[in-house]
C-alpha cells in the first residue's frame, strides 16, 4: 500500500492537511490515520471511499498506480479492467468480509 501512502502524503502537503484535518473529512481517527502514514496498518475498505469522496477523489485515485502498470499484479490489472460497477461491487465485498472479521 505504499502508494495509497505516498498518494495520502502528496495530498496532504498539497492541500495544507494536517491528520487531525483528513481524520475529521474523512470520519476515521487521528491514531488510524497515523498508523496509515507509519504503514502499520493498512486500510479498510470501508474507510477508504469516504475518504475519497472527502477530498473529491475516486477509491482509484487513492489506492492504485493505474498509470506504472509495470508494478501491477495480474489481480491488479484484471481489477482495473473491470467496468467501474463490478469493482465497486468487489469493493462492497471485500467491506462486507473485513465487517464480518
Excluded: C
Amino acid at each position: 500500500m505504499s502508494y495509497f501512502i505516498d498518494k495520502l502524503r502528496q495530498i496532504m502537503r498539497t492541500q495544507g492537511l494536517t491528520q487531525q484535518a483528513l481524520a475529521k473529512m474523512g470520519h476515521i481517527s487521528n491514531n488510524t490515520i497515523s498508523k496509515w502514514l507509519n504503514g502499520q496498518t493498512t486500510p479498510k475498505v470501508k474507510n477508504i471511499e469516504p475518504l475519497a469522496k472527502a477530498l473529491n477523489l475516486t477509491v482509484g485515485d487513492l489506492i492504485g498506480d493505474f498509470g506504472n502498470k509495470e508494478n501491477l499484479t495480474e489481480a491488479d490489472k484484471k481489477f482495473i479492467a473491470l467496468p467501474n460497477n463490478k469493482k465497486q461491487l468487489l469493493l462492497k465485498i471485500l467491506q462486507d468480509i473485513e465487517e464480518g472479521l
